[in-house]
């Protein structure tokens, strides 16, 4: 019988472990992939192991009926005799009950099925051909004072280039590049180059090392911006404004300070001085506190019994789940520790994620008045009010969210594929896991929450916004076949992208289309009048969110019920709030209905849309939510 060749048992892997910073972004594949093919290095290394015979021997007969090779220890496993014997003697093998003779002179031949035999063992090698790791550069500041904010230096820097050689007895000979085309060369592993001031959109790095093992690093990119500030014509330099310059630079290279959140994405500089604050994280979790009178917050505390309100007028509701006059008084204080229990969560994922704060609570405040359960009327769950069509943008636009859900749900080798490669039904599988995920109703906890899972689900809307920002930024590119940055600025790109979150990639892409047809400039006042009708609720979304009061203080969210005709506010003066035992100053007072025949406070109350009225941050635009074409 012939013998099957030992297949290869041993993998070989090389663990490098090199510098690391947090404040260091994750590099993106376009950005660190060199011009030539990924991994030029390579060589071959001899392997020495032990290989085991074994056989695969039928009790009867004695025949061997399969011989197998491994190179570890112990019986073989059965996947290994399944690769290498047959399907038939496979299943006997496996099927076989331990030999018991019954009496001492039974012979062994009267045993039924196989048994496993360690014919011979022997010590073999072999060679095995493995990728090296290719040199690395990476960029920093010097020259700078320590006592400035950070991206803010009181004389013009240099930018430090340094290049490291993963590979022993070998070094780095020299750093090549050129700063807004003019090309530089520095012998070493350092080289610092000399800045200068540029536009508003930068210069482009490019740059890279040569190693003395005969190749070089890929070649990497920059955007390099430097804009001064101050008083520069001042004599002897006595001026209130004292000169200084903003720097920024993006680039999966940079070791400074994180950049704003996705404006590596986008490639996109905020504007100078730093975004406004509605694209904020504040130093600390406490100035995050809001006093909103939140309508929905107080009349679900109510019907849940968190609040009595049995002595008000039809028991503190005047409709299902909306609080009257006497029952958000009553609710009050409750609503205020209510909206702000999850602020040093928010921060904390803030300053891991890098997503705005400020950005996260607005968004909860006006998607679901930070109820993290679920609704009746829409298939949406928690603070940001997921859809299976926002869980899908999250698991195909966000790959690393992507490898550490799916094992939860499929197979690694199912993981492996990628969710745009899963049948059908495994993506619907995923993501209608991650919509219970973010779902906190749970109706044996205190007010029907579990406050642990509502605390988990911030992390996923933050890396769902991460995954919006991808897919905005593509939708750019593919769409004018620049990068986005380049097109429209840092905070329109941000109200994109709560389209994007809100209304769905096809509302977007076609007002993106429509303007950029018409040869207009792709920023939010010319998309924005580009919007369908049906989508058109998207923009008081966005002005929710990042306008009124600056952003500094969320909005409520609108209501409403679909067919109905929405009942009539009511007339409410907030109650002094409790003092909240914090070193935080609240923002006194909140947004207030003025008396009238059934509307609220612009901004605030049952807008309108076409096709009925949304609930808390539903979106009822058939686009809204759904692929684009």
Not at 237 to 266: F, H, M
Not at 348 to 365: D, H
């Amino acid at each position: 019988m012939a013998r099957k060749i030992a297949a290869l048992g041993g993998i070989l892997a090389l663990v490098l472990i090199g510098l690391s910073s947090s404040s260091i972004p994750i590099a993106r594949a376009e950005e660190s992939t060199p011009t030539e093919e990924p991994y030029a290095r390579r060589t071959t290394l001899t392997f020495e192991y032990t290989a085991y015979q074994w056989w695969v021997v039928e009790w009867r007969t004695n025949w061997i009926a399969c011989e197998l090779v491994i190179e570890h220890e112990g019986l073989p496993y059965a996947d290994e005799i399944r690769t290498w014997c047959e399907p038939h003697v496979y299943n006997l093998w496996r099927n076989t009950q331990p030999c018991v003779l019954s009496t001492p002179d039974q012979p062994l031949t009267s045993c039924p099925g196989y048994y496993l035999h360690l014919a011979e063992q022997w010590q073999a090698s072999r060679e095995i051909e493995v990728e090296l790791p290719l040199p690395t550069v990476w960029l920093n500041l010097e020259g700078c004072s320590p006592e400035l904010p950070p991206g803010q230096c009181d004389r013009l820097p240099l930018l430090r280039l340094e290049a490291e050689e993963p590979l022993p007895n070998e070094i780095i000979i020299a750093v090549n590049g050129s700063l807004g085309g003019e090309p530089f060369t520095c012998r070493g592993a350092t080289c610092s180059i000399p800045l200068r001031p540029t536009g508003l959109n930068g210069e482009t790095l490019e740059f890279w090392a040569d190693s003395s093992y005969g190749d070089s690093s890929p070649h990497y990119t920059a955007l390099v911006r430097v804009l001064p500030r101050g008083d520069f014509m001042a004599p002897e330099g006595n001026t209130d404004q004292q000169p200084y310059y903003y720097v920024d630079i993006l680039s999966s290279q940079w070791r400074g300070s994180a950049p704003a959140s996705c404006a590596e994405t986008w490639q996109a500089f905020p504007e100078p001085g730093g975004p406004p604050p509605w694209l904020s994280t504040p130093d600390d979790p406490q100035a995050l506190y809001s006093s909103l009178t939140l309508y929905y917050l107080a009349g679900i505390l109510i019907s849940r019994g968190e609040i009595d309100a049995t002595d008000c007028p039809s028991g503190g509701l005047q409709a299902p789940l909306i609080a009257n006059a006497c029952g958000v008084q009553r609710a009050y204080d409750l609503v205020l520790e209510w909206q702000n229990r999850f602020d040093e969560e928010i921060w904390r994922v803030a300053q891991e994620s890098g997503v705005p704060a400020q950005l996260l609570k607005n968004i909860f405040s006006r998607e679901s008045q930070f109820w993290p359960g679920i609704y009746q009327s829409y298939r949406e769950a928690g603070l940001g009010q997921l859809t299976e069509n926002g869980a899908d943008t999250l698991l195909l636009w966000n790959p690393g969210f992507f490898a550490q859900f799916c094992p939860l749900v499929l197979h690694q080798s199912r993981c492996d594929l990628g969710f745009g490669n899963l049948k059908a039904e495994e993506q619907a599988m995923l993501r209608g896991a991650l919509v219970r995920q973010v779902n906190a109703s749970c109706p044996e906890c205190p007010a029907g929450i579990d406050l642990t899972q509502a605390q988990f689900s911030v992390r996923v809307f933050a890396e769902g916004l991460k995954a919006n920002c991808e897919q905005v930024g593509r939708l750019i590119s593919n769409l004018t076949g620049r990068r986005a940055g380049e097109i429209s600025s840092y905070t329109d790109l941000w109200r994109f992208t709560l389209v994007n979150y809100n209304a769905g990639p096809g509302c977007l892409l076609r007002a993106l289309r429509g303007a950029y047809a018409a040869g207009e400039p792709l920023d939010w006042e010319h998309v924005a009048a580009h919007l369908e009708p049906v989508c058109q609720s998207a923009i008081d979304y966005v002005r929710d969110i990042s306008e009124r009061l600056s952003g500094i203080q969320p909005t409520p969210t609108s209501w409403v019920y679909p067919g109905q005709t929405p009942p009539s506010p009511p007339l409410v003066i907030p109650p002094t709030p409790t003092p909240r035992p914090t070193s935080a100053t609240p923002v006194p007072g909140g947004p207030t209905p003025t008396p009238g025949p059934g509307y609220y406070p612009p901004g605030t109350l049952f807008p309108t849309q076409p096709g009925g009225y949304p609930e808390p941050g539903a979106t009822a635009t058939p686009g809204g939510n759904y692929p684009g074409p």
